[in-house]
């Protein structure tokens, strides 16, 4: 999938199988484990991989904040691709709010798995602040930590 306007995009070769890398997407205990970048940490972590699915966790702070997020899974095609958005929560509700939908895909290639996110945003306002935000150094520090716990599964 290519990135279009209004698109941020990351992708990584990953050491480690996409049945390694489901399972740190379908496992909460172990998604809380990689989800932000530390030293922030994730608590009441909950992923349903179905569409309508919930996509729940509440990040947390090194100083005590915290960013709860309530998001719905789109699509899921085992060790393939996950779609998760926050325009709706489970049961496909509408959330009221929409900042970005995400697309993650895995592909096999030689040196391991092409691990790519397409996060696309409604225009160029929310785009540009998820970019400041610090998008390509946080989800990048991510999927160091994401490739660390999966590769140990």
Not at 27 to 47: H, N, Q, T
Not at 68 to 79: L, M
Request: aromatic residues 10%; proline residues 5%; contains cysteine.
């Amino acid at each position: 999938m290519k990135p279009e306007e209004n698109d941020l995009f990351i992708t990584r070769t990953m050491k480690a199988t996409r049945e390694q890398l489901w399972k740190a997407w379908s496992d909460p205990a172990i998604l809380a484990e990689w989800w932000c970048p530390k030293p922030w940490s994730v608590k009441d972590a909950l992923i349903e991989l179905k569409p309508g699915g919930a996509f729940n966790t509440t990040m947390c702070g090194p100083n005590g904040e915290e960013i709860p997020g309530k998001g719905c899974i789109v699509y899921a095609k085992e060790r393939e691709c996950i779609v998760f958005t926050d325009c709706m929560t489970a049961g496909w509700r509408p959330s009221g709010e929409s900042f970005m939908t995400a697309v993650i895909t895995m592909e096999d290639v030689d040196e391991g798995v092409r691990y790519s996110a397409v996060v696309r945003h409604k225009n160029s306002e929310d785009s540009n602040k998820h970019n400041d935000m610090g998008f390509q150094d946080g989800w990048g520090k991510t999927l160091e930590q994401l490739e660390d716990i999966a590769g140990g599964l």
